[in-house]
C-alpha cells in the first residue's frame, strides 16, 4: 500500500548505457514530479506532468526523457548515461493548486561507474 | 519565481534542547512554505505546512513552525530534541501558480548529542 513506489531502488550500471526508472503514485494526484539529489543533498526538479501532459521541463539534458502513460504513472528514461548522472533520483506526487505539498517516494539511488 | 535560504548547513544541539533551523523565502506572490525530514538513505516526509490561516503551524513529531511576512521568514523548532530527531531537514516554497513548482533549500544536517 505505498503511496509512491520508485523502481529499481539501486541501480548501478555502465557509462554509456541506457536506464529507465519506474514510478507509481496510488493517492489518485494529478500531478507528478522528477527530483534530482546530488551528492551534497541539492533537490533540483527536473520534470513535472499534470495528467499526462509536460508542465515543467527544467534546464535537463535531452539524454533524458521523461513519460506519463497515465496519471498514476511517471517513468525515466535516460541515455548515454554519463558519470555525473549518478545521484538520488526521487518521483513525488501532489494535487496541484491544494497547497498540500508533495508525496516523496523513498528514492533510486543511480551509480555510474 | 520563488527560492528559499536556509541559514546554517549543520546544527548541533543536545538531547533535550531546543532545536531551530532557519529558513528565509524569496516570492513575488503569497506563497506556500513546507518543511520536510529525510533520514539516511529514505526519502522526504512532509513534517508541516503553511498555505494560508494561523501563521503557527504544528507538524509531526512535536516540531512547529512560523510564518513571518515581515521577515520573510519560516523557521522550524522543537522544543525539545530528540536522538531521532537526526537528519536532513530541508525549506521548500512554491507558489500558487499554475505549475505548482516547490523549490527546497539547501538542507540543514541535525545532530543531536547525547
Known amino acids: 500500500d505505498t503511496a509512491v513506489s520508485q523502481t529499481p531502488k539501486y541501480l548501478v550500471t555502465q557509462m554509456g548505457n541506457d536506464k529507465s526508472i519506474k514510478c507509481e503514485q496510488n493517492?489518485?494526484?494529478?500531478?507528478m514530479y522528477w527530483y534530482k539529489q546530488d551528492s551534497k543533498k541539492f533537490l533540483k526538479i527536473m520534470f513535472s506532468y499534470n495528467n499526462k501532459e509536460l508542465i515543467i521541463n527544467e534546464t535537463v539534458p535531452n539524454r533524458f526523457s521523461p513519460k506519463s502513460p497515465d496519471k498514476a504513472h511517471l517513468n525515466l528514461h535516460i541515455n548515454s548515461l554519463e558519470l555525473g548522472d549518478s545521484a538520488v533520483y526521487f518521483c513525488?506526487?501532489?494535487?496541484?493548486?491544494?497547497?498540500?505539498?508533495?508525496?516523496f517516494g523513498s528514492g533510486t539511488r543511480l551509480t555510474v561507474v | 519565481a520563488q527560492s528559499v535560504t536556509q541559514l546554517g548547513s549543520h546544527v548541533s544541539v543536545s538531547e533535550g534542547a531546543l532545536v531551530l533551523l532557519r529558513c528565509n523565502y524569496s516570492?513575488?506572490?503569497?506563497?506556500?512554505l513546507f518543511w520536510y525530514v529525510q533520514y539516511p538513505n529514505q526519502g522526504l516526509q512532509l513534517l508541516l505546512k503553511?498555505?494560508?490561516?494561523?501563521?503557527l503551524v504544528k507538524g509531526i513529531n512535536g516540531f512547529e513552525a512560523e510564518f513571518k511576512k515581515s521577515e520573510t521568514s519560516f523557521h522550524l523548532t522543537k522544543p525539545s530534541a530528540h536522538m531521532s530527531d537526526a537528519a536532513e531537514y530541508f525549506c521548500a516554497v512554491s507558489g500558487r501558480s499554475n505549475d505548482y513548482k516547490l523549490s527546497f533549500g539547501a538542507g540543514t544536517t541535525v545532530t543531536v548529542r547525547a
Open positions: 516570492s513575488s506572490v503569497p506563497p506556500y
Open positions: 493517492l489518485g494526484h494529478d500531478t
Open positions: 503553511y498555505t494560508t490561516g494561523a501563521t
Open positions: 513525488a506526487s501532489t494535487q496541484r493548486l491544494e497547497g498540500k505539498g508533495y508525496t
